[in-house]
């Protein structure tokens, strides 16, 4: 399996997780709800990791013209649950042919936009990217978990 296969099938997987955990939320105002002690709700977290994929990857690689509001992603609430889902299940879609564009040789490339003060091949940050997402798709499961309690 070559790297690409393992971001794409790494990706897949977790936005998959994603749209499982803001699906078994068992109630749409429990995703905006603000836990004690949190400053993010799981709602937030989706559209963050929404706009940090669509504009990193589609919008970066994939030339899909997505325009950031990441004040929104933090800011915004009660967006539908089904409005979230459909655009978590884009995100992926988007993401997916973004990747399918890449060779390994692309991997090893510097990443154009400057995100962090060093140098970084493409590669590193796109492993980056997905364990960004993995964190914070903890952070909605754990998110979902309380608010079954509270």
Same mark, same amino acid.
């Given at each position: %399996? ?5 971001l794409?099938? !790494?990706?897949?997987? &977790?936005?998959d997780?994603l ?6 939320y068992?109630?749409d105002?429990a995703?905006?709800q603000?836990?004690?002690g949190t400053s993010? *709700?799981? +709602? ?7 706009g940090?994929?669509?504009t @990193?990857? *589609?919008?970066?690689? +994939?030339?899909? +013209?997505y325009?950031?509001?990441?004040h929104? $992603?933090f800011?915004q609430?009660d967006?539908?649950r089904? $409005?979230l889902l459909? %655009?978590?299940?884009d995100t992926?879609? +988007? ?8 060779? $390994?040789a &692309?991997?090893?490339e &510097? ?5 962090f003060? $060093?140098? %970084?091949? !493409?590669?590193? @940050?796109?492993?980056h990217?997905?364990s960004?997402l993995?964190?914070h ?9 309380q608010?079954?309690?509270?």
């Amino acid at each position: %399996m070559n790297q690409i296969s393992i971001l794409q099938s !790494l990706y897949n997987r &977790d936005l998959d997780r994603l749209y499982q955990e803001v699906e078994s939320y068992q109630a749409d105002q429990a995703l905006w709800q603000t836990l004690p002690g949190t400053s993010n *709700c799981g +709602g937030n977290l989706a559209l963050h990791l929404v706009g940090n994929l669509n504009t @990193f990857i *589609c919008a970066q690689i +994939g030339k899909s +013209g997505y325009v950031r509001d990441r004040h929104a $992603e933090f800011n915004q609430k009660d967006v539908p649950r089904k $409005e979230l889902l459909r %655009m978590i299940s884009d995100t992926k879609t +988007g993401v997916a042919a973004a990747l399918s564009t890449l060779s $390994e040789a &692309d991997l090893a490339e &510097d990443y154009t936009l400057r995100v962090f003060p $060093e140098t %970084m091949t !493409l590669g590193w @940050f796109l492993f980056h990217l997905q364990s960004h997402l993995n964190y914070h798709l903890g952070q909605v499961n754990y998110h979902r978990r309380q608010t079954a309690i509270h």
